[in-house]
């Protein structure tokens, strides 16, 4: 794997968002999470979302981690109790940046590769959220397909 440093400019956007606290050892079963979305969108305006998904990880403690599993739309949809929207600002600043093609599943292994290479560079984290971008899934591509990007904000 490849890792690399990029300067990263992210327009203002609409989402639509499942906040959610998950213990470490189910922070990668997300797929009910996202479907989740995906049914909220279809009963609610499926032609507003963009088709971009990411993941924000907002907080953690000692034992558990603290996500916003979004969609990008164009037009805020009703909310319901679980799922909601905003506007995320404009950002932009400096990334560890991993690209990786293939199973999703591999991610955990990545995230303990980036965090050895962070290491070796004497990077340090900014404080920012860490992000996880999915360019397609498995519904469209084969499994060895999947695009996704993992961003890492550092200072400097």
């Known amino acids: 794997m490849e890792f690399t440093v990029e300067y990263k400019d992210f327009p203002a956007t609409k989402v639509i968002y499942l906040p959610v606290t998950v213990p470490y050892e189910e922070m990668r079963d997300f797929k009910r999470f996202f479907m989740k979305l995906g049914i909220h969108l279809f009963l609610n305006g499926a032609k507003k979302a963009t088709g971009i998904s990411f993941i924000r990880y907002v907080g953690e403690s000692e034992t558990t981690i603290d996500m916003e599993i979004c969609l990008e739309v164009t037009e805020f949809l009703r909310e319901s ?5 905003k506007e995320l600002a404009s ?21 303990t590769e980036m965090s050895k290479w962070f290491k070796e560079q004497g990077l340090i984290h900014s404080g920012g959220n860490m992000i996880e971008y999915y360019f397609n899934t498995s519904r469209h591509v084969p499994e060895e397909e999947l695009l996704t990007e993992l961003l890492w904000p550092i200072e400097g």
């Open 81 to 85: 109790k679980e799922i909601k929207c």
């Open 91 to 111: 950002f932009s600043g400096k990334y560890a940046v991993a690209k990786h093609k293939g199973s999703r599943d591999r991610l955990p292994g990545i995230y």
